[in-house]
């Protein structure tokens, strides 16, 4: 069965600073990857997605993740984070009958 | 733009008493899903429907049901709710043979 795995549920980096969230998933085939970020009080916002071709996915508001098989890793990263961007953010795996699997969320906080 | 829109931002609820929680798609979206939200536990599927009429049970379907009489309404049903459903309820649709979803704001449903 499909999972995801966010391994840090709160992460705090100050202003400027580079961000990397890691996301680590289970699924037999290639799977289609996503990350959406939820503001407070907020739906889902979908950032960016890979299904297939280059590994290296760019998305809005400056956001990046790489897709790497070998570590079935798909990592969001962002070098000079806002304090907009403080939200929490989601990884998600889809394989199969458009149903996504989605990770517990990790929460980032910006420090001024 | 897609447009999901739900019934309720906030809504406070009895034990016992039979709850709806309504969803609208505005894209002519064939796939919709009912999914809530718990913290550290990420999203969890309830139930989703490819199409008018036809619902099938996601990962926690127990203690609800759900209902699409029409293509762009999809309904979140409680029968008797209990306080262990006091819980963000987000609804999300997307187009046949595609995988990216698009969520409405969501509804913070509380239980007393």
């Known amino acids: 069965a499909q999972s995801v795995t966010q391994p840090d549920i709160h992460i705090t980096v100050s202003e400027g600073a580079s961000l990397e969230l890691r996301c680590n998933y289970s699924y037999g085939a290639t799977p289609y990857l996503f990350w959406y970020v939820q503001s407070p009080g907020q739906g889902l916002q979908l950032l960016l997605k890979?299904?297939?071709?280059?590994?290296l996915v760019q998305g809005i508001k400056g956001f990046e993740a790489e897709f790497k098989r070998s570590q079935s890793s798909f990592n969001l990263r962002k070098p000079s984070v806002h304090w907009s961007d403080a939200a929490e953010y989601f990884c998600?795996?889809?394989?199969?009958?458009?149903?996504?699997?989605f990770g517990q969320g990790t929460r980032l906080t910006i420090n001024p | 733009d897609v447009k999901v829109t739900q019934s309720s931002r906030y809504l406070v609820k009895r034990t016992g008493e039979k709850v709806f929680l309504e969803c609208v798609q505005d894209?002519?979206?064939?796939?919709m899903f009912w999914y809530r939200q718990d913290p550290g536990l990420g999203l969890r599927l309830i139930y989703f429907?490819?199409?008018?009429?036809?619902?099938e049970k996601g990962d926690i379907p127990e203690g609800y049901s759900v209902s699409r009489e029409k293509k762009e309404r999809f309904s979140l049903i409680l029968e008797s709710a209990s306080t262990n459903q006091t819980s963000m309820y987000l609804c999300a649709s997307t187009p046949l043979g595609l995988e990216t979803q698009y969520f409405g704001p969501g509804t913070r449903l509380l239980v007393l």
């Open positions: 894209m002519d979206h064939e796939n």
């Open positions: 429907s490819y199409d008018v009429k036809m619902k």
């Open positions: 998600a795996v889809g394989g199969g009958a458009q149903k996504l699997v």
């Open positions: 890979y299904f297939s071709g280059d590994t």
